[in-house]
């Protein structure tokens, strides 16, 4: 099989701050992969959470450089030799997921049906999508709602808390969405900004304004404090830089309600699939989240959407130069379509 790169710099509407820092822009990288006259697509995005271990576009397309002469020798549908290759080598996992989904991607366009449908899911489950508000002033927040609000049926908002300016500064922000979207449910991420304490004045009182979970209040050197916190915490707690794939899910059990999983973490939709297997044994909840990933890598993960209790799939939607189109909008929900495949096709749509 032929295996090509290219990569596609995307900008955001909103730069969008989170505890760790700003991100206005991203380069991402495409892969197509060509066997039998048909081109499977994926993508890989950067993130940064290991600071040790970078997963920045330069080291991703290093790893495509030293990988791609590796897989050339196998057909696509040779994926157990494939994914024992990628072990081997220990290649970043945004690689990875772009090869998984591309692979995917492939078989779709090769049996001529969508991905949700090869696997039996249900569109009618899909839950709504919520829609991210980074770290801002009240002000700000504000306004960043009603952009969203004028773009699509807003069902569930997601706050980037976890301000350098303290806890004050996350309530003031907390109560102005409150004030403008009283019935709105209503999540908050700290992405590991609060310390211990933080986190159970902030639960209590953000239980008060009727919120659903807090997400990633602690550091993920803090892991140890997950249950103790969840007993003292009257809301649910979830994890995100926590959780990588399937192998962190066992250890997480028993100390918080539920996980993030990302398909540039887990490294393709096979992990994801594994993880959501893992996670639903060990009684755990479902979110699927997302980086500064187009509809391109967005949209796989929305075929898996079914499973998920909670969707935060929404960074393409803050993109002015989204280069791919997908999966839609419908009543606030991400719906894959009837397209062989992934449903993705460049943006002339």
Known sequence: MKLTVETFTVHKKFALKISRGTTAQTTNIWLRISEDNIEGWGEASPFSIDKTKPKNTDSLLTAFGQL????????????????????ILKIPSPVQAAIDMALYDWLGKKAGLPLWQIWGLNRDRIVPISVTIGISSPEDAVKRLQAWQDTLDVHMIKLKLGSPSGIKADRAMVEAIRAVAPTTKLMVDANGGWSFEATIEMSRWLASQE??????????????????????????????????????????????????????????????????????????????????????????????APYADYLDLDSHLNLTDDPFCGATIEAGRLLPNHQPGLGVDRRSC
């Open 68 to 87: 791609i002469p590796q897989l050339e020798q196998f057909h696509p549908l040779q994926r157990q030799a494939i994914a024992t290759k990628l072990q």
């Open 211 to 304: 919120v659903e979970y807090i997400e990633q209040p602690l550091a993920v050197a803090d892991d140890h404090q997950l249950k103790d916190l969840s007993k003292r915490s009257p809301l649910p707690i979830f994890v995100d830089e926590s959780c990588f794939n399937s192998t962190d899910i066992p250890r997480l059990a028993g100390t918080v309600a539920g996980v993030n999983l990302k398909i540039m973490k887990t490294g393709g939709l096979s992990e994801a699939i594994q993880a959501i297997q893992i996670a639903r044994a060990c009684k755990l909840k479902i979110m699927f989240g997302c980086y500064s990933d187009s509809s391109l890598a967005n949209t796989a993960m929305a075929h898996l």
